[in-house]
């Protein structure tokens, strides 16, 4: 399978606290994507981050990039009842977007 | 500037029926892509066209399912003689540039066979 994976599966915090999400992927990459999809909707684009990159930021995200690793993380601080949806990170090699099972983040107030 | 449009954004159809999925893609994309999302899984690609040519197919059932982007209108996903199987959301996706810039994504179409 070209499937990414990511972990945790699921992820409950407390209002304020800060999440952490990790993915791998499996081919060699022009960039990695992170989206967020709040449940029955739509993929929401979040950050993208390039194979000669090793962090972005992009306010309170934070994006690193382990290429020697084929891993990437997402770092969501202050985190926010809105911010409950489910996480995917997706990599990209020549074309398609090759995405992971999702990481569903459950923001408690 | 609107966003990646798709519709119908539900449809419900029986075995063996056809089923067409719509997108029209941002403002100057030129690149749609197709994915499908089972329940509680991510998106599997499907295919990648520019305009009037499939670029990659790998991802589409060899039976049953076709897509297409014409010069002028939007890019079609078709699937005929619909299975139960086929039930899942069907989301379009398209860029400026192919691989190197962000794909943007339309709100899915939710496909549900009887």
């Known amino acids: 399978s070209q499937q990414g994976e990511e972990d945790p599966q699921a992820l409950s915090i407390q209002e304020g606290e800060n999440a952490t999400m990790n993915c791998s992927y499996k081919?060699?990459?022009?960039?990695l994507q992170w989206y967020r999809q709040n449940s029955g909707r739509g993929l929401v684009h979040l950050i993208l981050?390039?194979?000669?990159?090793r962090e972005k930021h992009s306010g309170r995200l934070r994006v690193t990039l382990d290429t020697s690793k084929k891993s990437s993380s997402l770092l969501i601080t202050a985190s926010r009842a809105a911010d409950t949806a489910s996480y995917f990170c997706?990599?990209?090699?020549?074309?398609?977007?090759?995405f992971g099972q999702g990481t569903r983040l459950t923001i408690n107030p | 500037n609107a966003g990646v449009m798709q519709n119908p954004r539900h449809l419900v159809r029986r075995r063996g029926q056809e089923a067409r999925l719509r997108c029209s893609p941002m403002?100057?994309?030129?690149?749609v892509y197709w994915y499908r999302q089972l329940p509680e899984e991510g998106l599997k690609f499907m295919v990648y066209?520019?305009?009037?040519?499939?670029?990659?197919e790998s991802g589409m059932p060899k039976e049953r399912f076709s897509a297409e982007f014409p010069k002028e209108g939007p890019s079609i996903l078709r699937i005929q003689q619909v299975v139960r199987g086929d039930s899942a959301a069907y989301f379009c996706?398209?860029?400026?540039?192919?691989?190197?810039?962000?794909?943007?994504f339309g709100p899915g179409t939710r496909l549900l066979v009887l």
């Open positions: 403002k100057g994309h030129s690149h």
């Open positions: 081919t060699s990459i022009n960039n």
């Open positions: 066209l520019q305009k009037e040519n499939i670029i990659d």
């Open positions: 997706a990599s990209q090699g020549a074309q398609k977007l090759v």
């Open positions: 981050i390039r194979s000669n990159e």
């Open positions: 996706a398209s860029s400026l540039v192919n691989g190197e810039e962000t794909q943007y």
